[in-house]
Structures are given as structure tokens and as C-alpha cells.
Antibody, heavy 118, light 107 residues
Framework: QLQLQESGPGLVKPSETLSLTCTVS??????????WGWIRQPPGKGLEWIGS???????HYNASLKSRLTMSVDTSKNQFSLKLTSVTAADTAAYYC??????????WGQGILVIVSS | EIVLTQSPATLSLSPGERATLSCRAS??????VAWYQQKPGQAPRLLIY???HRETGVPARFSGSGSGTDFTLTISSLEPEDFAVYFC??????????FGGGTKVEI
């Protein structure tokens, strides 16, 4: 059974870099039919797609975040990661990693709440 | 980018009643729309993909329909565990993948 687990700091200072990792178990990140994505959800609000990547390194980013966003993959650890620079309070959200199949998210991590505050 | 607008924002119903949730796209999304259910404190769960295909394990009381710009999620007879927030999402033109703002189904 596929499982995804987000990890990283729950508190980040304004202007610093938010770094999160998603560890995939019960399946391989080198699947040829899946992308791996990040989605976030500010408290009490809706879902926002952040970006998606293929294990080969191909990435697709939300244009609104592209200048601050880097996604990467470590196939040896079956992990993929997100880095978001110059964060502000507007980046406070629950961050989810998920497996993307045909453009839909069919398996999700439990999510991690990241608060941007000094 | 395809903008998805969900209505109503809140749907107040009782167990056993039928729920009809709407998702309207700003331009054609073909049939490439999914529906997710999210309960408090949990990640979203994929219910329906490609407008009308139920994900494995999803009860038959959930059904989806629509194409082009108008999509509907129907819950034929609400069970207590169905009270949640529902989001639609399109993958027809991506990036970006976009979500609707959500509909809360409450008692």
C-alpha cells in the first residue's frame, strides 16, 4: 500500500526558505506513469497546486510561485522535495505531497502545517 | 488558466437526502475533472476522475457527470460520514492544475 509522508520544519521565519521532503513507501518514485506533486491549503481555505515533477527531473510549477520554487527528487531515497524561498505570512498553509496519476492526485500524504512567523 | 467555480459554497442537508454539487469551468475542461472529499484534519481523497469514473473503493452513492464547462457531483443518499468539503479539479489544460473553491456539505 502506497504511503507518502511529509517532513520538515513547522515554523519558518519570514524571508527564509521553506524546505519540505516527501518520503514515498510501498511504491517506487521511478514509476513511469506517475508524477509527484505538492499542494497547499491555507487554514480554512481551498487547495492550491504548487508544482509537480517526474522522477527524471521534469518539473511543472505554478507560475505564481515559479520564481521562488525548486522541486527535486532523490530516487535513491525514494523522496522528493520542495524549496520555497523568501517566504511571507501568505505562505502559511498545510502542505501536502501527493502522487499524480493522469493529472489527478490519487494518493496523498497526511499534510504538514507550516507557519511563517518571526 | 482554467478557473473552476463551485456552488453552492455551503449545502445544508440531512442524512438520507440527495446532494447535488456544481462545478463550472471558465472554459472547456473536456471531461477531465475530478472530485475530492476532505474531512476536517485530513488530506483530500479522490472520489471521481474523468468526470464520471469512481475511484476504487468509493461507494456507489457517489456519482459524477458533465463535460465542457459544467460538472456535477451527486450523492444519492447522504450518510453521516459524507458531511465534508468537496473540491473539483481540472487537468485538461495544465500547468496549472486548478481546484475549485470547495462546497461544504453540512447537516
Amino acid at each position: 500500500q502506497l504511503q507518502l509522508q511529509e517532513s520538515g520544519p513547522g515554523l519558518v521565519k519570514p524571508s527564509e526558505t521553506l524546505s519540505l521532503t516527501c518520503t514515498v513507501s510501498g511504491g517506487s518514485i521511478t514509476s513511469s506513469i506517475h508524477y509527484w506533486g505538492w499542494i497547499r491549503q491555507p487554514p480554512g481555505k481551498g487547495l492550491e497546486w504548487i508544482g509537480s515533477m517526474f522522477y527524471s527531473g521534469t518539473t511543472h510549477y505554478n507560475a505564481s510561485l515559479k520564481s521562488r520554487l525548486t522541486m527535486s527528487v532523490d530516487t535513491s531515497k525514494n523522496q522528493f522535495s520542495l524549496k520555497l524561498t523568501s517566504v511571507t505570512a501568505a505562505d502559511t498553509a498545510a502542505y501536502y505531497c501527493a502522487r499524480q496519476w493522469r493529472g489527478y492526485f490519487d494518493n496523498w500524504g497526511q499534510g504538514i502545517l507550516v507557519i511563517v512567523s518571526s | 488558466e482554467i478557473v473552476l467555480t463551485q456552488s453552492p459554497a455551503t449545502l445544508s442537508l440531512s442524512p438520507g437526502e440527495r446532494a447535488t454539487l456544481s462545478c463550472r469551468a471558465s472554459e472547456s475542461a473536456s471531461s477531465y475533472v475530478a472530485w475530492y472529499q476532505q474531512k476536517p484534519g485530513q488530506a483530500p481523497r479522490l472520489l471521481i476522475y474523468d468526470s464520471s469514473h469512481r475511484e476504487t473503493g468509493v461507494p456507489a452513492r457517489f456519482s459524477g457527470s458533465g463535460s465542457g464547462t459544467d460538472f456535477t457531483l451527486t450523492i444519492s443518499s447522504l450518510e453521516p460520514e459524507d458531511f465534508a468539503v468537496y473540491f473539483c479539479q481540472q487537468r485538461h489544460r495544465w500547468p496549472p492544475l486548478t481546484f475549485g473553491g470547495g462546497t461544504k456539505v453540512e447537516i
